[in-house]
């Protein structure tokens, strides 16, 4: 049988007041999107061993960015990585969504998986280029909030990553004011890893 909305049910249904989850996911939505970014790539996740979860995957992903600067030399290869962590309909194994910011940069696949650690076929299950940057952050962010089927969601960032590098490998330099001994010992950090900017990859 045919389910017919009334004029008046659906007027209710558009002027409802949003729940915080939604105003909550729309508006990260909409922070995603916003012209800071340049998502290119969307890809799916699925581990083929161990169970993703908000703890792993953040450093799983925080490896990769690393990684994968370090093997391009440059810490613009990816600028920004996103993901969610969504449960499969049999609650046992969890997959992940993602998009890159690589800039002008191509990201290819197999050099990612490698980045990752991961089979580049088998558990990278889907990797491309963005169609468009409102259906793909849409996507991955649909499930937010919704029955605990996202169980984690973060932004990781290559600059992040490097000024932790430096904290851990270079303290004195947050403890004092010259901005010279900031700059060196960034310069040296980006010596030592390879992750002096440039234009190769572009």
Known sequence: ???????????????RKKTFTETYREGYAKWLSNEAFNWSYVGTYRPLKTKVNSVNAL??????????????GSNEAIKY??????QDRSLKCNHVHFVVDSGSNKVDRVELATAMKRHA???????????????????ITKKIG???????????????IETEHLKKHYPFV?????????????????????????????
């Open 81 to 86: 990585i996103y993901y969610t962590i969504e």
């Open 1 to 15: 049988m045919k389910r017919v909305i009334t004029e008046q049910a659906y007027n209710n249904m558009k002027n």
């Open 146 to 160: 919704a029955k605990n089927l996202v169980t984690g969601h973060a932004l990781v960032d290559s600059i992040t």
């Open 121 to 139: 076929t088998k558990e990278v299950k889907y990797f491309e280029p963005i169609a468009t940057v409102e259906g793909a952050i849409s996507y």
């Open 174 to 202: 947050f403890d004092h004011d010259n901005k010279e001994y900031y700059e060196k010992a960034q310069l040296i950090s980006r010596l030592a890893y390879g992750w002096l900017p440039n234009t190769r990859y572009q």
């Open 59 to 72: 450093k799983l992903f925080k490896q990769t960015v690393a990684n994968y600067c370090i093997s391009k």
